[in-house]
T-cell receptor, first 110, second 118 residues
């Protein structure tokens, strides 16, 4: 079966760095995506890893290790607007359906 | 580019009525659209995959007769919640996959529809 585990909540100060981990129990997938969701809003795409290694997009970076069934999202230079929920999602072969992890709420404080 | 809209954004209805939610890809063609449901403080749960011109594929545990999905064109999919009940109150989100595909991310989310059944 498939399962995407994420820790639930983290609080950090502005300017800090936060790493959000994601472990999964599935195989045969295109890659691992990361989404941000503010309260009441829709998910916003942040990053995608098709291959092992690090992908950097501005202040956000994402990492994937297929051999370890593990990935993470790194949020750097935290800003207040980064307070949101962050989800990892596995993109499956075929029709590209996404299976979302449980999500991690990040609270940024001054 | 890559904009997906949903209508309505918010709906309140009485128990027993049916509610139709539209999902449109505005500037691209989508052979595949996905419908998700999200309860407060929880993750997005995939309900069904909607393919243009064919029947939707429902996830395990989702009643296809209750959640009717129609994907009549490359830019429009509809989700109808039939005989809605209070437990159907949720945030319904669609996403659309750009038919051009590609190596990176090609799935775009709509803004969501918040359904409240009284």
């Amino acid at each position: 079966g498939q399962s995407l585990e994420q820790p639930s909540e983290v609080t950090a100060v502005e300017g800090a760095i936060v790493q959000i981990n994601c472990t999964y129990q599935t195989s045969g997938f295109y890659g691992l995506s990361w989404y941000q969701q503010h309260d009441g809003g829709a998910p916003t795409f942040l990053s995608y890893n098709a291959l092992d290694g690090l992908e950097e997009t501005g202040r956000f970076s994402s990492f994937l290790s297929r051999s370890d069934s593990y990935g993470y999202l790194l949020l750097q230079e935290l800003q207040m607007k980064d307070s949101a929920s962050y989800f990892c999602a596995v993109k499956y072969y075929g029709n590209n359906r996404l299976a979302f992890g449980k999500g991690n709420q990040v609270v940024v404080i001054p | 580019g890559a904009v997906v809209s949903q209508h309505p954004s918010r709906v309140i209805c009485k128990s027993g009525t049916s509610v139709k939610i539209e999902c449109r890809s505005l500037d691209f063609q989508a052979t595949t659209m996905f419908w998700y449901r999200q309860f407060p403080k929880q993750s997005l749960m995939l309900m069904a995959t909607s393919n243009e011109g064919s029947k939707a594929t429902y996830e395990q545990g989702v009643e296809k007769d209750k959640f009717l999905i129609n994907h009549a064109s490359l830019t429009l999919s509809t989700l109808t919640v039939t005989s809605a009940h209070p437990e159907d109150s949720s945030f319904y989100i669609c996403s659309a996959r750009d038919r051009r595909g590609g190596w990176g991310e090609t799935q775009y989310f709509g803004p969501g529809t918040r359904l409240l059944v009284l």
